[in-house]
């Protein structure tokens, strides 16, 4: 069974209420009418409910950035599954290496929330990705590795029906820098031959998709790749023209 492509835009901090109205409306204009490719958009917190009406009816899908473990409670400035759910996320996003490498979250820390998000009925992308200093110690495979059994440790077999898997390098995030199709495609061989032993014939479904740097002009080499299936977008996200082709460019 092929897998349907899934193309998300991490919008990251950027984007007031009205802009990223505006930026929804563009993309359901642009991508009407494809439905061959599974998209999504993750617009910051606020900006989520705005967005979430703005797409609704156009088979665009609304995403989360981020999450908190717990349903409620006293976690001043945290957002919970259940009031993502409540505006509409279908998706978030967990384990994003700048959530890694500037707000100290851990593996410990994504496989909770990721267990929260299944709890309430969204779909976690799971990031994971290598550093410079790892790739060139030869160590990107037991990095990758451990993040992936780490983010998905006990969450059961049946959870990888709702996971997606997004392998970012982090050299390649915002620098302009990307994995060539051939480095994409063994760290993603690599992923699900690790999802087949957690999860057996279940890990042929997974989406795994790249992220770091993918633009109009490289994301249909990439996504060419038989276990690349789909990306994740930052900075080429926030403008349509590029998102569009982006998301035209992973038909395959
Ligand atoms: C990201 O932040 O998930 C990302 C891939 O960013 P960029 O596309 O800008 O490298």
């Known amino acids: 069974m092929p897998r349907r492509p899934f193309v998300c835009g991490n919008w ?3 984007r007031t209420v009205a802009e990223a109205t505006a930026l929804a409306r563009e ?11 599974q998209v999504a958009v993750a617009p910051p917190f606020t900006a989520l409910a705005a967005v979430g ?3 609704r009816g156009t088979g665009i899908e609304l995403a989360a950035q981020d999450v908190h473990w717990e349903a409620q409670g006293a976690f001043t400035g945290e957002v919970s599954a259940p009031m993502l759910a409540e505006v509409g996320c279908q998706h978030a996003i967990v384990g994003h290496s700048e959530r890694r490498q500037l707000f ?3 593996d410990e820390a994504v496989r909770r929330k990721a267990g929260a998000l299944l709890a309430a009925g ?3 992308i799971v990031c994971v990705g290598e550093t410079l200093a790892e790739r060139e110690a030869g ?3 037991e990095v990758v590795g451990r993040q992936v059994r780490g983010g998905l440790a006990g969450l059961g077999a049946g959870a990888l029906a709702s996971i997606t898997i997004a392998y970012e390098p982090v050299w390649a995030i915002g620098t302009g820098r990307t994995a060539t199709a051939a480095q994409a495609q063994e760290v993603h061989a690599a992923i699900r ?3 087949r032993e957690l999860g057996g014939d ?3 479904a997974v989406r795994i998709q790249y992220g770091g740097s993918v633009k109009p002009g490289n994301a249909a080499e990439l996504l060419s790749q038989p276990d690349v299936d789909g990306a994740l977008v930052g900075g080429a996200s926030l403008a349509a023209p590029d998102f569009i082709a982006i998301v035209k460019g992973a038909l395959r």
């Open 193 to 195: 031959a690790l999802l």
């Open 104 to 106: 100290g979250e851990t």
């Open 12 to 14: 990251k901090m950027h």
């Open 53 to 55: 009406a703005a797409l």
């Open 27 to 37: 993309l359901a204009a642009g991508l009407a009418g494809e439905a061959r490719v």
């Open 139 to 141: 160590r990107t495979l």
């Open 122 to 124: 969204i779909r976690p």
């Open 202 to 204: 279940a890990a042929d």
